[in-house]
Nanobody, 122 residues
């Protein structure tokens, strides 16, 4: 199983980025997907997840109304649209595939990408 994130970069506060996670070797259409982030010196935190059907999503309170997760089963990919970014969002963002999705939480699997850096200048 491979997950490859892309789309990170440097933006000013208030800007937007769209992260992508391309997968291979995963039964993607049956896999719930999640995004996590890790800032320097901090633990890896949950950001958002989407059910395998794509009909249900959950997200951390800190990103609600600014970030949205989506998926395209024809591309075996999941996406994270991030709007109104602020310096607190600066981190390495990781994709996780095939975790356990429940209505209020997502338990990650052992399948992680290598991450993509998001930098936000104030």
């Amino acid at each position: 199983v491979q997950l490859v994130e892309s789309g990170g970069g440097a933006v000013h506060a208030g800007g937007s980025l769209r992260l992508s996670c391309a997968t291979s070797g995963l039964d993607f259409s049956d896999a719930s997907m999640g995004w996590f982030r890790q800032a320097p010196g901090k633990e890896r935190d949950f950001v958002a997840a989407i059910s395998w059907t794509g009909t249900s999503t959950i997200s951390a309170d800190s990103v609600k109304d600014r970030f949205s997760i989506s998926r395209d089963n024809t591309q075996n990919s999941t996406y994270l649209q991030m709007n109104n970014l602020n310096p607190d969002d600066m981190a390495v963002y990781y994709c996780n595939g095939g975790g356990r999705y429940r209505g209020s939480y997502y338990l990650p699997s052992e399948y992680w990408g290598r991450g993509t850096q998001v930098t936000v200048a104030s």
